[in-house]
C-alpha cells in the first residue's frame, strides 16, 4: 500500500488548478520577450530626454601641413624678402565646447512625448499579450477538464462492462445466452478501451501545449473554478475603456498626434548656443606658435530658419493627418468589433447555460434507465446489446454533462478576457 502511495503522490503533487497555472504564465517566453522590449523602450525614453540637456564635448586636432604656411609679398621694395611664414608645419588644438538647443521648434519635446507614448505603448502590449495567452490557457484547460471526465466516464463504462461481460460468461456457460450476444459485449469492451487510448491521447497532447504556456511541465489539471460575471453593461464598458488592445491603440493615436506636431515645427526657427575653451599651438603644450594667439576660445549663437524647401513640409505635415485619419478610423471599428464580439459571446454563454439544464436531466434518465436495464438483464429480460447501449449511453451522458460545464467555464473566462485582463483578475481573485 506504501509503495502504491509513493508511485500516486507525484502525480498528486503535479495537478494544477487554474489559478496557479495563470501565475505561472507570467514565465511564459513570450511574456518576457515582451518584458525586455519594455525595458529596451524606457532606455529609448531616457536616451531621447538627454536632447534636453546641454552636450559637452572635447575635442583634439593634430596636423602636420607638407609646406610652412608663408605669405607672400609683391612690393617694389628692395631688401624686402618676397615672402615670410605665417606659421608652422606641425599644428595642434585642443577645445572643450558646450553646446545647448534654446529652442527647436518643439521638435525634441515631441520626440520625448512621442517616446514616452512608445514606452507606455509597448507596456500596454505586455498585459494584451498576457490577456491572449489567458484566452488560450482557459480554453485548454476546459478542454483537458472535458477529456478528463471522458476518460472517467469511459473506464466506469469500461469496468461495468467487464463485470456484465463476467455475468454473460455465466450465462453463456450455462447456455442461457447465446454466443452472439457474449461476442456483442466482448466488442464493446475493445470499442471502449480503444476509445480510452485515443482520449488519453488527446488529454497528453493539451498537457503539453498548457506545459508550452507556462514554460515548464504539467501532468494533470484540477477542478474548474466558478466565475461570477458582471452584467452585460459594465462588461461593455470595461471592454471599451480597459481593454489593452484598445488602450495600445489610443497610444498610437497620440503618436500620430505627436507626429503632426513634429512636421509641423520644421516651419519654426531653431536656436543654439555655443561656448569653447580652445587653444592652439605647434605641440601639445598648446601654447600657441609663435604667430598667432594661443587662446580662440569663443562663444555664439545660432538662428535657423528655414525659408523653403520645396513644399516638403507640408506635404509631411498632410501625411501625418491622413495616418492619425487611417488609424483613427480603424481604433472605432475596433471598438465595434469588440463591442459586437462580447455581445455574441455572452449569446453563446446563455445558450450554454441551457444545455446544461437539458444534459443534466439527461444523465438522470440514463442513468435510471442503466439501471433498468442491468436488472432486466440480471433477470434475463434484457440482451446483451440493449445493456451495451445503455451502458454507453450513461457513460456518454455523463461525459457530456461535464463537457458542458468546460465549456461554460471557458465561455466565461472568455467573456471577462473580452472585455479586458482587468475585469478577469478581479473575478478570479474574488
Do not use: C
Request: aromatic share 8%; glycine share 4%; no cysteine.
Amino acid at each position: 500500500m506504501r509503495t502504491w502511495l509513493f508511485l500516486l503522490l507525484p502525480l498528486y503533487l503535479s495537478a494544477q488548478d487554474f489559478a496557479t497555472l495563470l501565475k505561472e504564465t507570467e514565465q511564459s517566453l513570450l511574456l518576457k520577450s515582451k518584458s525586455y522590449q519594455i525595458q529596451a523602450k524606457e532606455a529609448l525614453y531616457q536616451a531621447q530626454k538627454s536632447a534636453n540637456y546641454p552636450t559637452l564635448d572635447a575635442r583634439l586636432d593634430a596636423i602636420y601641413l607638407k609646406d610652412t604656411p608663408t605669405l607672400n609679398l609683391h612690393l617694389p621694395f628692395e631688401g624686402v624678402p618676397s615672402s615670410v611664414p605665417m606659421g608652422t608645419k606641425t599644428n595642434y588644438s585642443g577645445e572643450i565646447a558646450l553646446i545647448y538647443p534654446v529652442f527647436s521648434g518643439f521638435a525634441i519635446s515631441g520626440l520625448i512625448e512621442k517616446a514616452k507614448l512608445d514606452t507606455l505603448k509597448t507596456k500596454l502590449e505586455y498585459q494584451d499579450t498576457k490577456r491572449r495567452l489567458y484566452l488560450q490557457l482557459a480554453s485548454l484547460y476546459a478542454n483537458t477538464y472535458t477529456l478528463k471526465h471522458a476518460i472517467d466516464a469511459n473506464e466506469e463504462a469500461l469496468a461495468a462492462t467487464k463485470k456484465s461481460l463476467q455475468k454473460a460468461q455465466g450465462f453463456f456457460q450455462a447456455g442461457l445466452l447465446a454466443p452472439s450476444e457474449l461476442e456483442n459485449i466482448k466488442a464493446k469492451k475493445y470499442e471502449i478501451q480503444a476509445t480510452l487510448q485515443s482520449l488519453k491521447s488527446q488529454k497528453n497532447t493539451l498537457l503539453q501545449n498548457i506545459a508550452y504556456i507556462v514554460n515548464k511541465p504539467v501532468q494533470s489539471i484540477d477542478t474548474l473554478p466558478k466565475l461570477s460575471l458582471p452584467d452585460e453593461k459594465k462588461l461593455i464598458e470595461s471592454a471599451l475603456h480597459e481593454r489593452e488592445d484598445l488602450l495600445a491603440l489610443q497610444k498610437l493615436l497620440e503618436m500620430d498626434e505627436k507626429d503632426i506636431q513634429l512636421a509641423k515645427s520644421t516651419r519654426l526657427p531653431t536656436l543654439t548656443l555655443i561656448g569653447a575653451l580652445k587653444s592652439q599651438g605647434d605641440s601639445l603644450k598648446l601654447n600657441g606658435d609663435g604667430y598667432t594667439n594661443p587662446n580662440k576660445s569663443y562663444v555664439g549663437a545660432e538662428i535657423s530658419y528655414k525659408l523653403f524647401d520645396g513644399f516638403a513640409t507640408k506635404h509631411k505635415i498632410e501625411a501625418a493627418k491622413a495616418k492619425k485619419m487611417s488609424r483613427l478610423l480603424y481604433y472605432k471599428d475596433y471598438q465595434n468589433r469588440v463591442k459586437t464580439t462580447l455581445q455574441n459571446e455572452l449569446t453563446t454563454l446563455r445558450a450554454l447555460t441551457l444545455q446544461k439544464e437539458a444534459k443534466a436531466a439527461q444523465l438522470k434518465a440514463q442513468q435510471s434507465y442503466y439501471k433498468l436495464t442491468r436488472g432486466r438483464f440480471a433477470s434475463h429480460l434484457a440482451s446483451a446489446d440493449e445493456l451495451s447501449r445503455a451502458i454507453a449511453a450513461y457513460s456518454t451522458a455523463k461525459a457530456d454533462l461535464q463537457s458542458i460545464k468546460a465549456k461554460i467555464f471557458a465561455q466565461k473566462a472568455k467573456v471577462l478576457l473580452e472585455s479586458s485582463l482587468k475585469t478577469f483578475v478581479k473575478t478570479v481573485q474574488k
